[in-house]
């Protein structure tokens, strides 16, 4: 088979991060105390951060979902405010969101190479990565797919179509993403009856007029048919319930079919590009464990809201030490009264999500109760429910990701 070559390819030595638990999350409190969560939302560099997990989760991990940058040589912005007008983008409240920029192919095929080569040894012997991309680098990804895998390790190359409105005047809209599906080995994870779907009305409107229909192989028309390799899902600018206000979002929907298909309940699905979150969601929804992780602040963060406004179980928010992220600022003002903690309505007009350990000991902080800003309208609550304890911390975020700290004693 061919071979990808470009200027500097190789695969540098090994850095593993040093990982740092900043807190465990307890949605809505299940769990708390005594769980200590197997479940995982990291900050940081995800090469370094899958280096540091390789002595743990070397071929353990039962599906991947990868949706890396797509070499589009764009900054993308993350929208921060609530109830705006969609069809006024010069009206929107922005935040830094993540960028997708290089200085020339060979730059981004050095990022992507040493990553999908971490992923394959993290892949267990019947796991299977997804790469999802567009038109911009799939043709690439699939070479160095085949080099690392083998090329008759190719299982799918999915196409999402979806609509949406489009600058281009000089060519066919670009309306789809690739989605290359590699198995690690023969005896891989496919079920075949979780994602199937009905046969089209004319399908079985043609079945019932004619025998001779389908050639004489009559399918079982009840059960359903397993999906193409061309998937339709709106994009998550038509799902309102679902918006985050972060770029490229991922619709539910799709992450839901590959996750039913090429996992079971309780295996390990992980994304080292988690982005808003999608994946983790989907998969605590539908009895997975996760493994999440992404380079930016407002990723992590948005993930974290995400899983706990879905009521996740436990997981651990953790980061590499030389990650960047805000500064615990204090200063602020918290009450405690008749088994609540209380936040003045002025104190932070830009809050976003605040969470309290009753039971602060000083050093690792336990989020047993969470509130966070609405979607699309409405203020965040400012008062929570604390269980008993004699030191209290809160922890607070605004839209524009700064953090705060206070401690109380109750």
């Known amino acids: 088979m061919p071979l990808l070559t470009w200027s500097g390819k190789h695969l ?40 540091a997990l390789l002595p743990e989760y070397e071929e353990r991990i039962d599906l991947i979902y990868a949706d890396p940058p797509f070499y589009t040589n764009r900054r993308y912005p993350a929208r921060i405010g609530r109830g705006e007008d969609s069809r006024r983008p010069d009206q929107w409240r922005l935040a830094e969101g993540y960028p997708d920029r290089w200085d020339d192919l060979d730059a981004y095929l050095s990022f992507l190479y040493p990553r999908l080569e971490l992923m394959y040894r993290l892949l267990a012997p019947h796991g299977t990565l ?24 190719l299982l799918n190359e999915i196409i999402w179509v979806y609509h949406g409105p489009s600058p281009i005047r000089r060519a066919f809209n670009r309306k789809h993403d690739t989605i290359l599906a590699y198995v690690k080995g023969p005896k891989y994870t496919f079920n075949t009856d979780a994602v199937r779907e009905p046969y089209n009305p004319n399908t079985v409107k043609t079945f019932a007029s004619s025998p001779k229909a389908g050639f004489g192989k009559v399918p079982d028309l009840a059960r359903g048919k397993v999906p193409e390799d061309w998937w339709y899902f ?4 038509r799902l309102h319930n679902e918006r985050t206000g972060y770029p490229t979002q991922k619709p539910e929907a ?40 992404d380079a930016t602040w407002r990723a992590v963060h948005t993930t974290r809201r ?15 030490v030389t990650a960047s992220i805000p ?25 976003d999500y605040w969470e309290v350990d009753p039971r602060w000991d000083g050093k690792l902080f336990r989020s047993a109760a969470q509130a966070l800003r609405p979607l699309r309208s409405g203020t965040v609550p400012t008062r929570l429910k604390q269980r008993t304890g004699r030191h ?12 705060y700290q206070v401690e109380v004693n109750a």
């Open 12 to 51: 540098p030595e090994l850095q593993p991060a040093r990982l740092l638990t900043e807190a465990l999350i307890f949605p809505g409190g299940q769990g708390y105390p005594e769980t200590y969560p197997e479940n995982r939302l990291i900050l940081g560099d995800n090469l370094a951060i899958m280096a």
């Open 130 to 153: 997804y790469l999802h991309l567009d038109w911009h680098a799939d043709a690439y990804a699939r070479l160095l797919l085949d080099e690392i895998f083998g090329a008759d390790r």
């Open 234 to 237: 709106p994009v998550v600018a």
């Open 254 to 293: 799709l992450l839901e079919r590959i996750i039913l298909a090429s996992s079971n309940e309780g295996d390990l699905v992980a994304d080292f590009f988690c982005g808003s979150g999608t994946t983790a969601v989907v998969a605590a929804r539908h009895g997975r464990r996760f493994l999440a992780a």
């Open 306 to 320: 995400r899983l706990v406004a879905n009521r996740t179980p436990p997981f651990r928010l953790e980061r590499d």
């Open 327 to 351: 500064p615990l600022a204090t200063g602020l003002t918290v009450t405690c009264r008749d088994g609540e903690v209380i936040l003045p309505a002025d104190s932070l007009p830009d809050l």
């Open 392 to 403: 209290i911390c809160v922890r607070l975020v605004t839209a524009l990701g700064e953090r």
